[in-house]
């Protein structure tokens, strides 16, 4: 690639970092990535078709794939990379209804499906999101459900007893992960530094070139890097902001 041809594709505008901290026998990760000012070269971003995108769009487009690549990976992590992590039946059981509870205690960031579901539409289209959250295998695999269990009842002692004997569990819904779930890290650490381009293609559209693995600059010739870590995904810009138009991991 001559450097000619170099300087017409879009910049580099994003790097993702994420730094891997040990606390105790904890491992947070942290998405860190390069927002551009208004006055940073590094937005300005030339089409490489009849479609001129002004800064403003540039700008726009910059921010929200910042966003929706870091989400996206939490989304990734979640779903293909780790899963929450759950308890065990009795005795080492597999559970009698294909789910396990999720443990939730006072760090859980996600106690409630709901959560989950809300982050997944943040992130991805409607169509999108429903094969992450009912289809993220291409069989009808569901990770996340409600689940409904069995808990030791509470009662006000100040409260008279009824004439009929009080149970001593209740039945409750909890977040549920399926059992049929198998983490996948083969390509996490490819996900752990990235550099993304960005090519407005309209005013509600725009192509997403994800580099894995981290290295890319804008003095690169991206005609060098392999296809195996080069990841392109549709933004488009939705009624409630943008979202990616599939999942890619």
Same mark, same amino acid.
């Given at each position: 690639?001559?450097?000619? +041809?170099?300087?017409?594709?879009?910049?580099?505008?994003?790097?993702?970092?994420?730094?891997?901290?040990?606390? %105790? %026998?904890?491992?947070?990760? =942290?998405?860190?990535?390069?927002?551009?000012? @208004?006055? *940073?070269?590094?937005?300005?971003?030339?089409?490489?078709?009849?479609?001129?995108?002004?800064?403003? !769009?540039?700008? @726009?487009?910059?921010?929200?794939?910042?966003?929706?690549?870091?989400?996206?990976? +939490?989304?990734?992590?979640? =779903?293909? =990379?780790?899963?929450?992590?759950?308890?065990? +039946?009795? /005795?080492?059981?597999?559970?009698?209804?294909?789910?396990?509870?999720?443990?939730?205690?006072?760090? $859980?960031? /996600?106690?409630?499906?709901?959560?989950?579901?809300? !982050?997944?539409?943040?992130?991805?289209?409607?169509? %999108? %999101?429903?094969? &992450?959250?009912?289809?993220?295998?291409?069989?009808?695999? $569901? &990770?996340?459900?409600?689940?409904?269990?069995?808990?030791?009842?509470? /009662? *006000?002692?100040?409260?008279?007893?009824?004439?009929?004997?009080?149970?001593?569990?209740?039945? @409750?819904?909890?977040?549920?992960?399926?059992?049929? =779930?198998?983490?996948?890290?083969?390509?996490?650490?490819?996900?752990?530094?990235?550099?993304?381009?960005?090519?407005?293609?309209? @005013?509600?559209?725009?192509?997403?070139? &994800? /580099? !894995? #693995?981290? #290295?890319?600059?804008?003095?690169?010739?991206?005609?060098?890097?392999?296809?195996?870590?080069?990841?392109?995904?549709?933004?488009?810009?939705?009624?409630?902001?943008?979202?990616?138009?599939?999942?890619?991991?």
């Amino acid at each position: 690639m001559s450097d000619s +041809e170099k300087k017409s594709k879009a910049p580099l505008i994003i790097t993702i970092v994420i730094a891997v901290l040990a606390v %105790a %026998a904890l491992v947070i990760l =942290f998405f860190v990535l390069k927002k551009p000012t @208004e006055g *940073d070269n590094s937005s300005d971003i030339s089409s490489n078709g009849s479609f001129q995108p002004t800064q403003e !769009l540039n700008l @726009e487009c910059t921010y929200a794939a910042h966003d929706l690549i870091a989400q996206s990976y +939490e989304v990734m992590r979640l =779903f293909v =990379f780790d899963g929450l992590s759950h308890e065990t +039946e009795p /005795y080492g059981n597999e559970p009698e209804d294909g789910l396990y509870t999720v443990t939730v205690d006072a760090t $859980s960031k /996600y106690t409630k499906l709901e959560e989950i579901e809300e !982050l997944v539409k943040s992130v991805y289209t409607d169509e %999108a %999101a429903e094969k &992450v959250l009912h289809n993220i295998d291409g069989n009808g695999l $569901s &990770v996340y459900q409600k689940r409904k269990v069995l808990a030791e009842a509470e /009662y *006000d002692d100040s409260e008279p007893e009824s004439g009929e004997s009080r149970p001593m569990y209740v039945e @409750e819904e909890v977040l549920g992960i399926s059992a049929d =779930f198998k983490p996948d890290k083969s390509r996490k650490s490819l996900w752990a530094s990235s550099s993304v381009r960005i090519d407005p293609k309209s @005013e509600t559209t725009c192509d997403l070139t &994800v /580099y !894995l #693995g981290g #290295g890319v600059t804008d003095s690169t010739d991206l005609s060098t890097i392999s296809e195996d870590v080069i990841v392109r995904v549709g933004m488009v810009k939705t009624e409630n902001g943008w979202r990616l138009s599939e999942f890619v991991c």
